[in-house]
């Protein structure tokens, strides 16, 4: 008998020591799941800030990076051509301004969750609809106005310039554009120049127009390892001369 009530003791014990875990794990969750913030009351919306923005043409510019005319061209092509959708209230005059706001600084994304009065998810939510419609918009844009490059630009053709560049269709070269990176990517990132940038690669015709364009590798990437990966994998979309025209 003496054991039997040892062992209930014992078991009680271990009962008692349970619910106490389970009301720790109880009283975490309620701190980190249930027990929010009082709701952000905005004295401007994000939308409100934009349009008072868009009264000010050179102030807008300095926030935004172009003047409304072309924002709103803009903003009407990537709705009606591109996918960009009106979602959870956010209209796509604002997830475009949140967008170029963002690029154009650069600011950061908790920046911009203050300024447009977002959740955190929302700011990341809209910038990867907006980058996904500007993404198909440069498939449609940046790429020769003559693909099949029959006859010479008309600018070589000047006497300072012909015949040395005959058979040229353009030019090539890589761009270092800065960027902030996690440290542990900032070795990989790091140029020759000791600063951490994407390697660009860009071609442009004689109009100084976009044909080409390669971005995203680490500035530790040698160009000829960057050109040479590109006429491999955009062999399709690499602009070439025809045969018979290159010099």
Not at 10 to 29: F, K, P, S, T
Not at 103 to 120: H, N, W, Y
Request: proline share 4%; aromatic share 12%; charged share 20%.
């Amino acid at each position: 008998m003496e054991e039997l009530g040892a062992n209930g003791l014992r078991a009680m014990a271990d009962l008692a020591h349970q619910a106490a875990v389970m009301g720790d794990i109880g009283n975490l969750y309620c701190e980190r799941y249930l027990t929010k913030d009082s709701y952000r009351i905005a004295q401007q919306t994000g939308y409100e800030w934009v349009m008072e923005c868009y009264g000010r043409p050179k102030y807008f510019y300095k926030m935004f990076r172009m003047y409304p005319n072309i924002f709103m061209s803009l903003g009407d092509l990537l709705v009606t051509s591109y996918g960009l959708k009106l979602t959870n209230n956010v209209s796509s005059i604002e997830a475009l301004a949140i967008f170029l706001w963002i690029v154009g600084g650069p600011q950061s994304f908790s920046q911009a969750e203050t300024i447009f009065t977002r959740s955190l998810h929302t700011v990341h939510t809209k910038f990867k609809e907006v980058l996904t419609c500007l993404l198909k918009l440069s498939r449609d844009n940046i790429n020769p106005t003559n693909p099949t490059f029959s006859t010479e630009h008309d600018k070589i053709k000047e006497e300072r310039f012909w015949p040395h560049f005959k058979g040229a269709i353009g030019a090539i070269d890589g761009s270092h554009v800065p960027v902030l990176v996690p440290a542990d990517d900032m070795v990989n990132h790091t140029n020759r120049h000791g600063y951490t940038s994407q390697n660009v690669l860009a071609i442009c015709d004689f109009d100084m127009r976009f044909t080409f364009v390669v971005a995203g590798w680490p500035g530790s990437a040698h160009d000829t390892r960057i050109l040479n990966h590109a006429l491999s994998k955009f062999a399709h979309r690499f602009p070439h001369a025809p045969k018979g025209k290159v010099a």
